[in-house]
């Protein structure tokens, strides 16, 4: 199932302050959960169970729109919007089978049965709402057959109808969904969609919110984590079969699967665990799967979290959490690059000792209207949780972290220099500071001198 979510709009500045306060409910061993899975397993389904009255339809104003996986009924007026879903989820159905490494060929029989509703007594009546059917806000499927309610955005009510088609694709043919965190997790990630031209990309991470109207996936992150509700893998992993009676699990679900699917580092992994989607066992299977590396995911998660926008760049966002080495006494120096997120200097500092961080350089921050060449300070145009674009940042990544936020979530400002004291010891890292999906357009470096006092 689906909800929508209608965007509140976020303060970039409120997301800085409440860092600290998100960054707590951020902490936790990844593998904490201790969930029996029962996957919804619909191995034994054959076709689709409703049964229209085909005199009844035309009378009610219910028309049928077909494509070969997709037989759609609706009382929505022809238009090219509407019109098109069949093709859409024809298109969908190729990657589907992509991703689950199943052949299109061997299953080219498969059709699901859709119904895009208006006034729900024509369904009734028309005998296509069965009377068991529960209440749902906006989407349901079951096995074959998938209801959804018409959406005020166009993308929206694509992004449900391919919600419905990834659970009716994953129970009948897959064998399974999985726990409710991946079901869900699973359908956003292939739902949020970009269509244009006549070509359809699922698993598209939005450059901007205009580009999904009413979807608001990356503002229940961003909203969450600024009011001190960040959610951490391990109670993610954990959602039981009524946690997605509310819109938030939505956006945290998306989240985590967009976290393992586009990672360059877990991508593989995550998509060998499609395979086990039937087993009850599924989440020992993740478990498993990532325990080698359970408290390095669980703190990038955090960072992720924090730095939740639109088009995040995960290739250029990559964490390097490798600890550094002792600063030598004639201290030493580093190339911050503009185009990436937090850089590990490979130096470590040492708790209630004091080093000076001196920065100079410039470097490109945008390309379009015109370059932006800003200096360590920054550039005022522009904000990025409530400091200015461009400021070069700091933190100390602790190598015992004993409960607490990691360090990269909270950063200090850097600028041209300051001087530090770190309470732990750790690992100095820096970052300029600009929008984690912005980076790709941006050039040059900073230079850093790091001095022991």
Not at 375 to 400: C, D, F, K, N
Request: charged residues 20%; proline residues 6%.
């Amino acid at each position: 199932m689906a909800n929508a979510y209608h965007s509140p709009g976020h303060n970039r500045r409120a997301i800085a302050q409440g860092a600290s306060r998100g960054g707590l409910l951020l902490v936790g061993g990844f593998f904490c959960w201790a969930l029996a899975c029962s996957p919804r397993y619909c191995a034994a389904a054959e076709r689709s169970a409703l049964r229209p009255d085909a005199q009844k339809l035309s009378a009610v104003g219910i028309r049928e729109i077909s494509g070969k996986h997709l037989r759609l009924f609706t009382d929505l007026k022809s238009s090219p919007e509407v019109d098109e879903i069949p093709a859409v989820f024809d298109l969908a159905f190729a990657q589907w089978c992509e991703y689950f490494q199943l052949s299109p060929e061997q299953h080219s029989g498969w059709q699901m049965t859709g119904c895009l509703v208006h006034d729900k007594a024509r369904f009734q009546a028309a005998g296509l709402w069965p009377s068991e059917l529960p209440p749902f806000l906006n989407g349901y499927c079951r096995q074959f057959d998938f209801w959804v309610n018409e959406q005020a955005s166009s993308y929206y009510q694509r992004h449900l109808i391919l919600h419905e088609g990834t659970h009716g694709f994953m129970y009948t043919l897959v064998g399974g969904a999985g726990p409710p965190w991946y079901s869900e997790g699973m359908a956003e990630l292939f739902a949020t969609h970009r269509w244009q031209n006549g070509k359809l990309q699922l698993r598209y991470l939005p450059t901007s919110a205009s580009e999904v109207p009413k979807l608001g996936r990356v503002e229940i992150v961003q909203t969450e984590f600024a009011a001190g509700r960040a959610m951490t893998l391990a109670k993610i992993l954990n959602y039981d079969n009524r946690a997605h009676l509310k819109v938030e699990p939505y956006g945290w679900c998306w989240a985590a699967a967009a976290f393992f699917d586009m990672s360059p580092k877990y991508h593989q992994r995550f998509r060998e665990l499609a395979k086990a989607a039937d087993a009850r066992d599924f989440n020992a299977q993740f478990g498993k799967a990532f325990a080698d590396e359970s408290p390095t995911i669980a703190e990038q998660w955090q960072v992720f979290v924090a730095d939740m926008d639109y088009g995040y760049d995960f290739q250029r966002c990559q964490l390097d959490l490798r600890p550094g080495q002792p600063l030598p006494a004639s201290g030493a120096k580093f190339n911050l690059a503009a185009d990436r997120g937090w850089q590990n200097t490979g130096r470590r500092l040492e708790a209630g000792t004091t080093y000076e961080l001196r920065v100079s350089g410039k470097y490109q921050l945008a390309v379009e209207p015109k370059p932006w060449i800003s200096e360590p300070t920054g550039v005022s145009i522009r904000y990025r949780h409530g400091l200015p674009l461009g400021i070069v940042l700091g933190a100390v990544r602790a190598e015992q972290s004993n409960g607490k936020p990691s360090g990269l979530i909270a950063p200090i400002t850097v600028g041209r220099g300051t001087s530090i004291t770190p309470q732990q010891s750790g690992t100095l890292f820096l970052r300029v500071n600009d929008f984690s999906g912005e980076l790709a357009d941006n050039a040059g470096s900073a230079a850093v001198e790091i001095i022991g006092k």
